[in-house]
């Protein structure tokens, strides 16, 4: 999962207590009958026809997901710890799933596309040699953006149309024109504001600055006047860092020179999806795709088990479980997305290349992204918006219905998280497909009021170890997995077997959601 912060709803759909699971055997029961031809088009029901979505999410296990969890973590530690895209840990990760996908019976389609990949390779230094030489602190004074070069540089600081008097106007390295005069050899500053900041470091490099700083704009709060991660988007040849608006003061003083040493990997690299396809049973009866996905990549700093190995085993387990069972009424796509940590890469090159045609007939998205957080919450997509304020396209709010009705049903309370656009239902959302799915909490910091609810402990992570080298199989809370995946295997199954989804109604729009950026952890 990306991070940007996500937003909490006030609301509780159900409180109740959890009632253990018992681990269940993995075969689907051959005595599973379909109820063929129903098509339910209003609010979930609470028992569909047939009984198929919950016995679904009695199939798939904890167990069986485990044997995944640990396939995935076999292959990090044989890879350096990470699983990250444009690394040999996610080729093997993509060689694993697709193998499983098609000893399933699945069709498996390995979609290729390229990226800008970026790593630090080694430590970073950043000091001012003059006046009063000073060494600066990595994460606490200055940042090395992604992107950047890499190499050792010298030189004076040269400001680039600064406004340090009035920072809400600030254009700073916008235009080739900033740079009229530029001493070549000299380190740009430049500030915040108006454009991406790979827009101002390629302007200066191209003006032959031999290294770059950025610093926060200095207007409003702390978003603007801390030091702060930034993305320059694509790769660049010279070293950049980030820094707060009050050293950006400081470094514009005349006669100011700096050292800035980064050791970065930074280029172009290819990447891919793995699409995992299970045909209805009747193809002229059949309804649209149900678009079932969860990314495959892990950051580079760490093996990804809970970020998102989680959801890639148990969108796996569920795809063989489906598939060893009745045909199901509607096409299923198994989606195992790229570069989801590099900015949701793998499923916006999905979604862009779909035909008007193709995703017409995609009734909607369900998304899987971290289900086994340590100290967990059950958070459910608002789809329809009445608790966050962002809804998703037409029927999402039935898609969210889906999952409460489950979880009331089973005694178990669950708490609306935002379409905030940091994970994968972002691209489908933008061309009006309806999403919904669930999470088990990040970064964020759980309230007592989330401690009553589900359990575990108030004023730390949900995920201490999110994206981090202990995200390991050892990071994966079961209890946790167990209830999670189970709400996906039984909307999985409903949207399969029992409901066609209506899909994109025709012109519509994405309700309270609009295309944009969904860049990793840094700021654009």
Same mark, same amino acid.
């Given at each position: ?218 207007? #409003? ?11 320059? #988007? ?291």
């Amino acid at each position: 999962m990306t991070s940007v912060r996500p937003g909490y709803g006030a609301a509780i759909h159900t409180k109740g207590g959890f009632v253990p699971t018992s681990l269940r055997p993995r075969t689907l029961a051959c005595a599973l009958t379909l109820t063929a031809g129903l098509t339910f088009t209003g609010p979930a029901v609470a028992s569909p026809p047939g009984g198929l979505p919950d016995r679904l999410a009695r199939e798939v296990t904890v167990t069986g997901i485990t044997q995944h969890l640990q396939a995935l973590q076999t292959i990090a530690t044989a890879n350096n710890g990470t699983r990250a895209s444009g690394t040999p840990g996610f080729t093997a990760s993509a060689d694993y799933v697709a193998r499983r996908l098609r000893a399933a019976g699945l069709r498996v389609t390995r979609q290729p596309f390229d990226f800008a990949f970026f790593r630090e390779t080694g430590p970073s230094s950043f000091a001012r040699t003059a006046p009063a030489p000073t060494t600066y602190t990595v994460d606490t004074d200055y940042s090395v953006m992604e992107y950047s070069g890499s190499g050792t540089v010298t030189g004076n600081v040269v400001g680039v149309d600064l406004s340090i008097a009035d920072p809400a106007a600030s254009t700073s390295g916008c235009e080739p024109e900033d740079f009229a005069g530029f001493p070549a050899g000299a380190v740009a500053l430049l500030q915040r504001g108006t454009c991406p900041f790979g827009q101002k470091v390629t302007n200066a490099q191209t003006a032959g600055a031999v290294g770059a700083i950025v610093f926060n704009q200095g207007d #409003g709060g702390p978003d603007r006047t801390d030091l702060f991660q930034g993305t320059l #988007g694509d790769p660049v040849r010279i070293p950049a860092v980030s820094v707060s608006f009050a050293l950006g003061q400081e470094l514009a003083q005349a006669g100011t020179a700096v050292r800035i040493s980064t050791q970065t990997e930074s280029e172009t690299r290819t990447t891919e999806n793995v699409i995992g396809d299970l045909p209805a049973k009747n193809a002229k009866r059949a309804g649209k795709t149900v678009v079932v996905g969860a990314h495959l990549d892990s950051v580079i700093d760490g093996p990804g088990i809970n970020d998102n190995g989680t959801g890639t085993a148990t969108i796996l387990e569920i795809a063989e479980e489906l598939a060893h069972g009745p045909r199901p009424s509607n096409p299923v796509r198994f989606g195992f997305w790229g570069a989801e940590e590099a900015g949701l890469l793998g499923s916006t090159h999905y979604v862009e290349r779909l035909s008007d045609a193709e995703i017409a007939q995609i009734g909607l998205n369900l998304n899987f992204d971290m289900l086994g957080s340590p100290n967990f919450a059950r958070l459910v997509y608002d789809g329809d918006g009445s608790d966050t304020g962002t809804a998703g396209p037409s029927t999402s709010g039935e898609i969210e219905q889906t999952f409460l009705d489950y979880y009331a049903k089973r005694g178990l309370a669950t708490k609306p998280t935002a379409f905030d656009g940091r994970s994968d239902y972002g691209p489908f959302i933008d061309v009006g497909i309806p999403a919904g799915g669930l999470f088990s909490g990040a970064e964020e910091i759980k309230t007592p009021e989330e401690a009553d609810l589900f359990g575990g402990t108030a004023g730390i992570a949900f995920d201490a170890c999110y994206h981090q080298a202990c995200d390991t199989i050892d990071n994966v809370n079961r209890t946790g997995l167990d209830q999670l995946s189970d709400g996906a295997a039984y909307a999985t199954g409903v949207f399969a077997y029992d409901r066609a989804p209506r899909g994109r109604d025709k012109g519509a729009q994405p309700k309270g959601h609009s295309p944009q950026f969904r860049g990793p952890k840094r700021q654009r």
